[in-house]
């Protein structure tokens, strides 16, 4: 409707009413509210933040990079598309494990999400071939010695299986490249199935097919940025409503 200092020049001459009452540099507004502006009535409404969260069921044989030298199919190739911006992983899943991936608009909420300092948990489906013995399963517990430095699972349940397949859900706070199955490999026992079924509070749904993706809610982005102390990205506009003194609504 104009600049800073214009608007500004308008609520120093009352030229601007929030729900019925003379506005004043600092009033706040809310969704809901009613605004008049130069004898034009509006409502606050909530629109759309610059700041989204995908919940994207990710399948197997698909890669996290937008480019791959090998003309492999990516994650990207299905999400919408922006305007500005981009979309930015939180995380990484390799070729073969298919679940859970967020991705967001926003690279603060991603590098907050995946900071060591955030501890966030990790939850997996794993499909093992053979059984293992309790004693290797406490050695995960315990933590192992990998190549890049000590590592162990926050939790291990069994979930059964059939055969020689048995599947296990194991936590982590970590997320380093290809943890789950080199954890699993320094019990020589070898992953033939992976899925990430949660990523903190956020679960798979399982409505969710695979390659296709959902928005987070609004009132969930807020709760997200609460809990990872950032500030919520709400975004007010204003839709033009009922004319005032007879004159068109613009």
Same mark, same amino acid.
């Given at each position: ?9 308008? %609520?120093?001459?009352? @030229? ?7 506005? /004043? ?29 995908? %919940? ?5 044989? #698909? ?7 090998? $003309? ?6 299905? =999400?919408?598309?922006?305007?500005? *911006?981009?979309?930015?992983?939180? $995380?990484?899943?390799?070729?073969? /494990?298919? *679940?859970?991936?967020?991705? /967001?608009?926003?690279? #603060? ?15 997996? @489906?794993?499909?093992?071939?053979? &059984?293992?013995?309790?004693? &290797? ?7 192992? #010695? ?24 194991? %936590? ?14 320094? &019990?020589?026992? /070898? ?36 809990? =990872? ?5 709400? &975004?007010?506009?204003?839709? @033009?409503?009922?004319?005032?003194? $007879?004159?068109?609504?613009?």
């Amino acid at each position: 409707m104009g600049s800073r200092r214009e608007v500004e020049d308008w %609520i120093r001459d009352g @030229a601007i009413r929030a729900n019925g009452s003379v506005a /004043t540099l600092g009033s706040q507004v809310d969704a809901g509210d009613r605004i008049t502006v130069r004898g034009y009535h509006y409502r606050v409404i909530e629109g759309d933040s610059r700041q989204r969260v995908l %919940i994207y069921h990710k399948p197997e044989g #698909e890669v996290i990079s937008r480019k791959d030298p090998q $003309g492999r199919p990516s994650v990207f190739d299905h =999400l919408p598309r922006l305007k500005n *911006g981009r979309w930015v992983a939180v $995380g990484r899943l390799d070729i073969n /494990t298919s *679940g859970l991936l967020l991705l /967001t608009t926003d690279g #603060e909420l991603a590098n907050a999400l995946t900071h060591p300092s955030s501890g966030i948990e990790r939850e997996y @489906a794993v499909r093992i071939f053979g &059984q293992a013995s309790n004693e &290797q399963l406490q050695a995960l517990r315990d933590g192992v #010695e990998l190549e890049d430095g000590p590592a162990c699972f926050d939790d291990i349940v069994e979930r059964g299986g059939q055969g020689r397949n048995h599947w296990y859900h194991v %936590i982590l706070r970590e997320g380093r490249n290809r943890e789950v199955r080199r954890l699993w490999a320094s &019990q020589e026992l /070898t992953v033939s199935r992976l899925a990430r079924v949660r990523f903190g509070a956020i679960l798979l749904p399982r409505w969710l097919k695979p390659g296709k993706w959902h928005d987070m809610k609004p009132e969930h982005l807020r709760s997200l940025n609460a809990e =990872l102390g950032l500030k919520s990205d709400k &975004q007010l506009m204003l839709k @033009a409503s009922t004319p005032a003194r $007879g004159r068109k609504t613009r």
